[in-house]
């Protein structure tokens, strides 16, 4: 007798229209998470006044959603292998509309907190699976259109934050920042679970202790880097931070035995991944572009702001280029690296990039013109179209089917480690630049405003040479593992 089973899952690849219908109904979601990271900040006042808050407690209001999506994304893509990508995005999208939910009805801040809290968890879920299907769904030699696509979403989710968050809240309230997460949710799940096909997952059991370390050595590590500036890093910031290096040292130990068929369960994180040099080094990459694009809203947004005297909405609108020119550029430079080598496309992603941070460096000065960083910013439209797709082409491309979910979740994982590490670091090093300038400086805060862009240059400039060193990304069959 045949069994039942035989049929229950596709050929894969999917043809051409299948794949990317099935890409449609990823994104959607994947642009409504990314929508959340940035999307309360310009609710800030608001929350504040209304829900009687104080700063701090806003602030995590953010912060929450970022713990909480970060920490479990090594987990949740490993079980996007085990129990299947199109089941895990789904409950993961169900956890983050009806979270969203709770927070367009919070009371109070601790209730707002709480819901974020459980979005971030959803969000996390959610996230891995996007990449994991791209890497089921199409053939290798059409996954760069297809990364193409991914990366234009998440551009545009980034631009569209501040945006969105500032129109909502001054035409209806804080509370539709939230609501408006509900209807488009519904609509995703209906859409992946009509046109995700299910994929046959793994049969061996995900080893629980590892999936517990990487937790919390995450959550050490990334609480740790987010409190440290405001409590001055206090000893035991450091202890925390020892810590979750400690429990780090300890899972990769865990895995290397488990990658080698100790224990008979797979590991979170298989160890073999990192014996591919594109995908190490395309980690470290991701990693300090994380780290770029998260921190340098911060000292942009300030200078704009206190030294020229914008609104939040003048101030985002001097920024729109690089949005601007990354979003067509972005699918174009999919469609090329399916066509060309994508390790020089991202190369030129990095020199682009450190030259649009250099300028912001050269242009933040005393007595300069608002309108001087546009040709920054345009700079860095380009690096960041040229770098997003052929890195995560670079890195995942050629990842087998069962690896897919845990190396789309170290990515991401590392990615948020990145922006969380890039944060800290240079609102550290603008804190000290303002301390030296002093309140009453003026125009001289412009300086201190420039000067926060080096660290974020010399992060970049090592992100280059390990794209550098990764090896060829050429298209084509994929290379026998």
């Given amino acids: 007798m045949v069994p039942v089973t035989e049929h229950k899952y596709p050929t894969l690849p999917l043809n ?16 409504m998470i990314l929508l959340d990271q940035s999307i309360v900040a310009v609710a800030t006042p608001d929350l504040q006044a209304q829900l009687d808050a104080t700063y701090n407690q806003v602030i995590w209001v953010t912060s ?38 709770a927070c367009s009805y919070s009371a109070t801040i601790e209730w707002l907190m709480i819901s974020r809290a459980v979005q971030g968890l959803g ?20 996954r760069g259109a297809a990364m193409g696509v991914w990366g234009a979403v998440a551009g545009l989710s980034t631009m569209m934050g501040p945006i969105l968050g500032g129109v909502i809240t001054s035409t209806l309230s804080w509370h539709w920042i939230f609501l408006v997460n509900v209807p488009i949710g519904i609509l995703s799940i209906g859409m992946v679970a009509a046109w995700v096909p299910p994929f046959e997952p793994t049969d061996k059991p995900i080893d629980g202790i590892s999936m517990a370390q ?23 910031i450091w202890a925390v931070m020892a810590v979750g290096i400690a429990i780090g040292v300890l899972f990769f130990r865990r895995q290397a035995l488990l990658t080698h068929g ?19 080094m395309g980690n470290l990459a991701i990693f300090t572009m994380g780290f770029a694009t998260a921190s340098m809203m911060l000292p942009l947004m300030m200078y704009l702001q206190q030294v020229h005297g914008l609104s939040a909405m003048t101030a985002v609108a001097y920024v729109l280029p690089m949005s601007v020119l990354a979003l067509p550029l972005s699918p174009w430079i999919g469609w090329l690296i399916d066509r060309k080598d994508a390790r020089p496309i991202a190369v030129a992603g ?23 960083i546009i040709v920054p910013m345009l700079l860095m439209g380009a690096g960041n179209a040229a770098f997003w797709s052929p890195n995560s082409a670079m890195t995942l491309r050629d990842l087998p089917p069962h690896l897919a979910g845990a190396g789309s979740g170290a990515y991401n994982t590392i990615r948020q480690v990145g922006a969380v590490t890039g944060v800290a670091v ?37 992100g280059l040479v390990a794209t550098a060193v990764s090896g060829s990304a050429k298209p084509g069959p994929a290379p026998r593992n």
């Fill in 262 to 280: 100790a224990g008979g369960k797979d590991p979170v994180l298989p160890t073999t991944l990192f014996s591919r040099r594109s995908f190490a």
């Fill in 426 to 462: 240079v609102g550290a090093v603008l804190q000290v630049r303002l301390s030296h300038y002093g309140d009453g400086a003026g125009e001289q805060l412009a300086y201190a405003f420039g000067q926060s862009f080096l660290p974020i240059a010399a992060a970049l400039l090592v």
């Fill in 16 to 31: 051409s229209a299948a794949a990317w219908r099935a890409l449609t109904a990823l994104c959607i979601g994947f642009f």
């Fill in 350 to 372: 990095f020199v682009f990039m450190i030259a649009g941070i250099l300028g912001l460096f050269f242009c933040l000065r005393p007595g300069g013109s608002a309108g001087a």
């Fill in 214 to 236: 990487s937790m919390l050595a995450v959550s050490c590590l990334i609480f740790a880097i987010q409190q440290g500036e405001s409590v001055a890093w206090a000893w035991w």
């Fill in 123 to 142: 969000a996390a879920l959610l996230t891995p699976q996007t990449m994991s299907v791209i890497n089921r769904v199409f053939p290798r030699e059409k």
């Fill in 64 to 101: 929450v959603y970022l713990l909480f999506f970060a920490v479990p994304l090594l987990v949740t893509g490993r079980l996007g292998d085990r129990y299947g990508p199109k089941n895990v995005y789904i409950v993961g999208m169900v956890i983050f509309t009806l979270a969203s939910l």
